[in-house]
């Protein structure tokens, strides 16, 4: 096996898009700073709407094969080379919105067997060994089966992936340090929906979503985590923008199919969920997902000094 960088970041995911959306300027940082970055996406997005009239014609797999082809345009804005489906490309798709008769299709990825999906992200983990897990909360973020199922796998795998005695044939045991999970803090979203009020006339979208609509999105004191990821503002945008059958991007601003506008978050945040958090002073957020991490170096984690060495 090729050695790998120092530092190594995975992060679980439902669908195409959903990437770029809540981590694309951390991916984008991370890569840049020579960490290898990890994706792994358990669906390929088959059921969505899709923007484009001249793209509307594709549905079900020809639709997952195209945003194969985005995410992978995505991946490369962001200097990402490793990026999975989970179980393999096709192997569960997507489950459609909670409430659908698509949930009980046997293929998609809600109807998976917990543990067999698990095991298919436990092979990632001990080939990578990442130190850090970045996923949903329980809820998914939004009630979406699928990022409730993503959130279930990536919390599951990461416990069977240090376990001795689970499935010696996907190699070594490997404990993941620390777990996040995607946040927005609502004085963040407040406030970014009050701005986009105020231009909402100049933006060719009809009307705005609401603080509600934004995944993760919970009370300031959760907020563990903040990533800056203003530097990597281009990247970010570009990756969302090469989901062009999910997303429509007009910098600060995107909407999704349903054509309400949202603002893009140019510092990620994030709750720290297991493990110990890391050289931040007291109540002040971490800046710096690996920062604690024992035998990492470069990673004090001090809030207010980044270290830029990309
Ligand atoms: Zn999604």
Redesign the pocket.
């Known amino acids: 096996m090729t050695e790998l960088p120092g530092r190594r970041l995975l992060l679980v995911?439902?669908?195409?898009?959903?990437e770029s959306?809540n981590n694309g300027a951390t991916m984008a940082r991370y890569a840049a700073e020579g960490a290898h970055v990890t994706l792994v996406t358990c669906?390929l997005?088959e059921r969505?709407e899709v923007i484009p009239p001249e793209l509307a014609h594709l549905t079900g797999e020809a639709l997952g094969s195209h945003r194969r082809t985005e995410l992978a345009a995505a991946m490369a804005v962001l200097g990402v080379h490793d990026f999975r489906s989970l179980g393999g490309p096709g192997r569960h798709q997507d489950s459609g919105m909670m409430g659908l008769a698509d949930n009980d299709d046997p293929r998609c990825f809600w109807q998976a067997d917990l543990d067999e999906a698990a095991a298919e992200l436990v092979g990632v983990i001990r080939e990578v060994r990442p130190q850090v897990l970045v996923t949903y909360d329980p809820d998914?973020g939004y009630g979406?089966p699928?990022?409730i199922q993503?959130h279930r796998v990536a919390m599951r795998a990461a416990d069977l992936a240090a376990e001795r005695d689970f499935r010696p044939d996907l190699g070594t045991p490997w404990t993941i340090t620390k777990i996040y999970w995607n946040r927005v803090p609502r004085s963040v979203a407040e406030e970014a929906f009050a701005r986009l009020k105020d231009v909402l006339d100049e933006l060719p979208f009809p009307a705005s979503a609401a603080v509600d609509d934004v995944?993760g999105v919970v009370d300031d004191n959760l907020i563990t985590t903040e990533i800056d990821g203003t530097a990597h503002a281009a990247a970010k945008a570009a990756a969302m923008r090469a989901h062009a059958t999910q997303i429509e991007v007009v910098e600060p601003w995107f909407a999704l199919s349903n054509q309400l506008a949202q603002p893009i978050f140019l510092v990620e945040y994030y709750e720290l969920v297991r493990g110990e958090r890391g050289g931040a002073r007291t109540g002040e957020p971490e800046t710096d997902l690996f920062a604690g991490i024992p035998g990492i170096p470069g990673t004090s984690g001090i809030s207010g000094t980044s270290e830029v060495n990309a």
């Open positions: 995911h439902a669908h195409p898009d959903d959306i669906t997005g969505g998914g979406h699928d990022h993503a995944p």
